[in-house]
């Protein structure tokens, strides 16, 4: 299936992560995340593993091991935006000597959202009629007023025991369902994407680049990330 650039959005964590050479993503839990506007070009994002080679003289063969693996340096630009609160996140995480948390998550336009119900019980249930939604989906809560106690605004979920009208969460895919030990307030709205759409990982925030061009060229900040880890896709 073709997966489509268009429609993406990139986030920054509000705060540093601690420097880990793997994570979970339990550890990207509980992260509030502040979207990137202007994204125009993305960078590549994954890792590459050296080869090492050496060629033997006595039989004419050149023998293979794997290397080490090293994470190339996600080169992003963005239209150049001062007032936006992700772009001066950014801008301020770059004089930070720790990592940062990151999520892309590929084709955001195609996100599903709605309003949805949560009840007080053990475990919650969320009602969102006709969702469509498989287990397993990465699922997270905003609200206007106050989940109920037992699920965090901002936090990946996974649907469990999904029906036509309703489904469970868990913290991690095919874990146990949460209980709620209380109503919350106000209205809520789940948003997901389809599972594999969604990258989290943790990196530097780079020095980089203003664009120049002809007089009419589009004035481009380029705002690398150099990860530290693989990244996490859920």
């Known amino acids: 299936m073709l997966q489509k650039i268009a429609g993406s959005a990139l986030y920054i964590g509000n705060a540093p ?7 979970e993503a339990a550890d ?8 990137i506007l202007g994204w125009q070009t993305s ?6 593993q050296a080869m090492v080679t050496q060629t033997l003289i006595d039989n004419n063969t050149t023998v293979y091991a794997k290397g080490t693996i090293s994470f190339p340096i996600m080169s992003n630009q963005f239209v150049p935006n001062l007032s936006d609160p992700g772009q001066m996140l950014f801008a301020a995480a770059r004089r930070a000597c720790k990592p940062y948390p990151f999520r892309a998550v590929w084709g955001a336009d195609c996100e599903e959202t709605a309003t949805v119900t949560i009840s007080n019980a053990e475990p919650a249930v969320v009602s969102w009629t006709a969702h469509g939604l498989p287990n397993g989906t ?3 809560f905003t609200t ?26 868990a913290a991690t895919p095919g874990g146990s369902p ?9 209205t809520h709205t789940a948003t997901a994407v389809p599972v594999g759409e969604t990258d989290l990982f943790a990196g530097f925030a780079l020095f980089g680049v203003k664009s120049g061009g002809d007089a009419s060229a589009s004035r481009l900040i380029t705002m690398p990330v150099q990860p530290i880890a693989p990244a996490i896709t859920i």
């Open 17 to 23: 992560i601690a420097y880990q050479t793997e994570y």
């Open 28 to 35: 990207f839990s509980g992260v509030s995340w502040t979207r």
């Open 43 to 48: 960078g590549d994002l994954g890792a590459e």
């Open 138 to 140: 990465p699922v997270v």
């Open 144 to 169: 206007s007023g106050s989940l109920p106690t037992g699920l965090t605004p901002g936090t990946t979920y996974y649907v469990v025991n999904a029906d036509t009208d309703t489904f469970e969460v």
């Open 178 to 186: 949460i209980d709620t030990s209380g109503a919350g307030s106000g």
